[in-house]
Structure formats: C-alpha cells, structure tokens
C-alpha cells in the first residue's frame, strides 16, 4: 500500500490555500447588489467595533481591519483543516507515514513477481492451471526470492543462476518456467545496471560542472602581486649576473683581454 509523506499533505495545504486566495480576490472585485460595498471573503455582515472597524485602503479600496484579519484567518485555517481531514483518513487506511525499507523491499518485489508473471504469460507456454501450481509450489516460490535477489544485488557464492536453475529437474513446467526467468531476470539486472551507471555519470558531470563554476578568476590584487614578485625575480636574478659580470672585468681588464687578442 502506497504511502503518503509530508510532501504529499504540503502540497494538499498549498493547493486549498491558493484556492482559497483566488475564491478572495474574486470576491474582493464584487459588490453587494444592495448597497453597493465590496464583499469580503467569510462575510461582509459581521458586526466588528472598536479598533477592528477602522479602515485603510489597500489596492484602491477601502478594507475594515477586523473582516480582513477574519479573511486572512479563514485563508489559513481551512487548508489546515482540509490538510487535517486528510491525514486523518490516511492515517485509518495505514496510508501515512514513512514506508521502511522491508515496506519498500516488499513493494519493490511485488512489482517484480508482476513482471515476471506478465512475461510468463506473454510466451503462452503456460496455462492457467501451471500459474496456480507455481503458486502453490514453496519451492517455485523461494526461487523467485532467490532471482529477486539477483536482480537487486548481482550473484553471490550462496546465490546464482545455476544454483537456482538446479532445483528443478529437466523437462518439468517449473523448469521450463525458471529458464525463462533466469534469461529475463538477466536482461533486468542489466537493464538496473546500466540505469545506475547512467545516473552515477550524470551526478559526476553536474559535480564537475559545480567545481567548474566554484573555480573562480583570481582577484586582480593577487595578479598584481605575483607580476611583483615575478619583476623582483627577474631584477635579483639579473642583478646576480651582472655582479658576477664585473667581478670578472676587474680580474681581468678589458685592456689585457685585447692585448691578448
């Protein structure tokens, strides 16, 4: 059984709310035929005094502060309530609340038993007395458990293929079933896996594309500084060398270097 969470009763609340809103514009543009004022969403004859009669203009036309507070709580109040009688009723179906995982493992290889009965049914191999004796059959029903398994988490030491496959012997209906199963319940299982891996490169490359837009231009503060730095490093290093330059000059004068020549 379907269960319905906080999403589904948020979107009942949003729902009655905005109908609510559109039922008060509507009637907020409406005056009463007899004496000629604007209508309000609950009633326009409530009898409000005091401090809560006083009236301000709102979008052109004047609102008493007490019917627009009784309008703004009706908005807010009859979605909860429609919300709440909901609940309520789901509640005595079983239908609210989280599913847990064993509701969710059960609901998942219900989907399952129904495909692979479609399929069975689909090669008109079997008839309707084979259905009910695979039905009855325990063993016939653990193996679908056993393929199930397969499908969602791949073969193990303890669980495969052949092991299920040698349960039946050759030549039976139960054999013959599983054979069929076991082709099929492959083609799923790489069907799921091929599903997994397309949705695991999809949520690398919006990853990647995250990183990529998280990588931003360097301020100009940081690039003016390593220009710095990288000009200083250039005047040491020429620095360096024009020392050692003329420390060769004075060992040996360029007079002396010419006369040799």
Known sequence: MKKHGFT????????????MIVLAVFS???KNAETGEYLYL?????????FWANEFVLFGRTFKIGLLLIDLAAAILFPLALTGVFLLLDI???????????????ERYEDFVDGIGHKLNQTHLFNVEDFRHFREN????????KLYQIYSEGE??????????????????????????????????????DKEAELQAQKEAKDNQKDALDVTEE?????????????????VIKRYIGNIVRK????????NTLQEL
């Not at 349960?167 to 299982?189: M, N, P, S, V, W």
């Open 8 to 19: 589904h009763y948020l979107k009942v609340f949003l729902l009655s709310f905005a109908f």
């Open 28 to 30: 907020y543009t409406r």
């Open 42 to 50: 609950v009633s326009s004859s409530i009898n409000v005094q005091g």
């Open 92 to 106: 005595g179906r079983g239908k609210a609340g989280k599913k847990s995982k064993e509701e969710l493992n059960k």
């Open 138 to 145: 325990s063993k016939f029903q653990e193996c679908l458990k």
């Open 156 to 193: 193990t030491e303890e669980n495969t293929y052949f092991l299920v496959l040698r349960k039946f012997d050759k030549g039976t209906k139960e054999r013959d079933a599983i054979e069929y199963l076991i082709t099929y319940t492959g083609q799923k299982r790489q069907e799921y896996l």
């Open 219 to 235: 301020p100009v503060e940081n690039k003016e500084a390593e220009e710095q730095e990288e000009k200083e490093e250039k005047w």
């Open 248 to 255: 060769h000059f004075k060992r040996y004068p360029i007079k």
